[in-house]
């Protein structure tokens, strides 16, 4: 997209929203700051503005360190409403808790074509995360012992899947779908983003699982975990820093 065209996109927008503040309330000026998604959005479909190197990497740190920081803020809030007030907090408060993570992890493991090690992750990450929540509710309770045993399935059906990927795969598809369904008769009214959190971390993981296995590539495959090994002194940096001189 040329710089014309993109001169001619943020003015569009902007008058926009300057109409919306006029039409409605001042308070639609604050999606000024959709603006800055334009450029991130523009890239994903391969329509801004090629940089050099440089540039190219000095927005990747950025965006990863904006990242971070971000998350730790969310985090820190979080915490203190939870510890510090001794208040639960609301639902929307664990959407931008979890969320961000499950979409990096997706992101960056489905970007490398490693959807096997991300069924691996999904898979475990879930089952753990539900038999830990499991217990720490209800301990050892004969009544809950049900909910144990969802965890407990998810990560057996996580293991076949990783050896058995044709087996397993569906049955974490249909496991993840009768979740769904059995949620769906519980989901509590009138509270979306509730909504959506118990569907990102309850039936949605073990249905992305098994799809993820599904996908997986068939055969001999490379070491999964190669790549978390110290690499040799032999071996090139695969990401190097464009400010070190070759």
Same mark, same amino acid.
């Given at each position: ?11 569009? &927008? ?5 109409? &919306? ?13 959709? &603006?800055? *998604?334009?450029?991130? *959005? ?42 510090? *007030?001794? @208040? ?43 038999? &830990?929540?499991?217990? *720490? ?106 400010? @070190?001189?070759?």
């Amino acid at each position: 997209m040329s710089k014309k065209a993109r001169f001619l996109l943020y003015g569009a &927008l902007s008058a926009s929203i300057l109409l &919306l503040a006029i039409a409605w309330k001042v308070e639609a000026l604050l999606l000024l700051f959709v &603006l800055a *998604l334009v450029d991130p *959005l523009l890239r994903m479909m391969r329509l801004g503005t090629a940089g050099d190197e440089r540039s190219c990497w000095i927005e990747i740190q950025s965006g990863s360190f904006s990242f971070h920081v971000l998350y730790a803020v969310i985090l820190a809030l979080f915490l203190h409403k939870l510890l510090v *007030l001794g @208040r639960n907090p609301e639902s929307d408060w664990y959407l931008l808790l979890f969320l961000p993570l499950i979409l990096r992890a997706i992101f960056l493991l489905g970007k490398k074509g490693e959807v096997r090690r991300l069924g691996l992750i999904l898979g475990a990450a879930c089952g753990g995360f539900w038999l &830990l929540f499991s217990l *720490l509710s209800h301990g050892l309770q004969r009544g809950a012992l049900w909910e144990h045993g969802i965890g407990i399935s998810l990560l057996i059906l996580t293991a076949v899947a990783w050896g058995l990927p044709l087996l397993g795969g569906p049955l974490l598809i249909l496991a993840g779908a009768a979740l769904f369904v059995q949620f769906c008769t519980r989901l509590p009214a009138g509270n979306p983003a509730m909504q959506v959190l118990m569907i990102l971390l309850l039936p949605l993981p073990p249905f992305a699982t098994g799809i993820a296995f599904l996908l997986s590539p068939r055969g001999k495959t490379k070491d999964e975990f190669a790549d978390f090994r110290e690499p040799d002194a032999g071996d090139p940096d695969p990401c190097p820093d464009p400010r @070190r001189k070759i």
